[in-house]
């Protein structure tokens, strides 16, 4: 008798949750640059930001505008004593680069969290 409630049990839950929750919006390409990582990063966000509760809104928005200005600022420190301009403006790129891809990971990470609740 176990054995058919368990997996029925799992059906209706999974049936439920895919059911109850938006899909994570993803671009058709990977992600092999800044400009993908930023469309990426925007996508995950709006992704999170639409499936988190109301009353977590506001928190996540602060979060992600937080986390803003630490890349920004996490960045300009990387880069601070490159002195050739050229050389300079691709190493901030690289940075916001890295760190985006490690945001979203972390957001993607918050949506599958947040789906299973």
């Known amino acids: 008798m176990n054995k ?3 997996p029925l049990v799992a059906l209706f839950f999974f049936h439920n949750l895919s ?3 938006k899909p994570l919006n993803k671009p058709s390409k990977t992600i092999e640059t800044y400009e993908d990582s930023e469309t990426e990063l925007k996508l995950v966000y709006q992704s999170v930001i639409d499936i988190v509760a109301k009353e977590h809104k506001m928190t996540l928005i ?5 986390w803003l200005k630490f890349r920004e600022s996490e960045c300009k ?9 050229a050389e300079k403006a691709q190493a901030n790129k690289d ?3 890295e760190l985006n891809k490690r945001r979203i990971k972390d957001l993607m990470a918050s949506y599958i969290i947040l789906r299973l609740k």
């Not at 420190?77 to 301009?85: L, Q």
Request: with cysteine; net charge negative; charged share 25%.
């Open 4 to 6: 058919i409630i368990i």
């Open 95 to 97: 940075c916001l680069f």
């Open 62 to 66: 602060d979060a992600q505008n937080d």
């Open 19 to 21: 059911a109850q929750s």
């Open 77 to 85: 420190f990387e880069i601070s004593d490159i002195t050739d301009e």
